[in-house]
């Protein structure tokens, strides 16, 4: 088993940042890489970014690039979402997840744990 930890939500104005991180515990060598997705009241869950534990590669949702930066910490098993230039549109509930595929990562399909979630909301 995998056990994720998400924390870092809160309430900012736009233009503001946040920055969410994910702990990672348990069967942690079983992770082959960490995405975020999100979900706003009323709409599917959608890909946000994911970011590969060996090599660092990153991946994100042509809604947050440039805007947004996910990296790791390997040595504390724990995955960051830098998230700036924030806009009322990026509120939502947001959940880390570990997949164990090697292919495709920005499917929800690709995770098998996942986290509670953590509540970011953006004011205008």
């Known amino acids: 088993q995998v056990q994720l930890v998400e924390s870092g939500g809160g309430l900012v104005q736009a233009g503001g940042s946040l920055r969410l991180s994910c702990v990672v515990s348990g069967r942690t060598f079983a992770s082959v890489a960490m995405g975020w997705f999100r979900q706003a009241p009323g709409k599917e869950r959608e890909f946000v970014a994911a970011?590969?534990?060996?090599?660092?590669?990153?991946y994100y949702a042509d809604s947050v690039k440039g805007r947004f930066t996910v990296s790791r910490d390997s040595a504390k098993n724990t995955v960051f979402l830098q998230m700036n230039s924030l806009k009322p549109e990026d509120t939502a509930v947001y959940y880390c997840?570990?997949?164990?595929?090697?292919?495709?990562?920005?499917?929800?399909?690709?995770?098998?744990?996942w986290g509670q979630g953590t509540q970011v909301t953006v004011s205008s």
């Open positions: 997840a570990a997949s164990q595929r090697t292919g495709a990562i920005q499917a929800g399909e690709a995770y098998g744990y």
């Open positions: 970011i590969r534990w060996r090599n660092g590669n990153t």
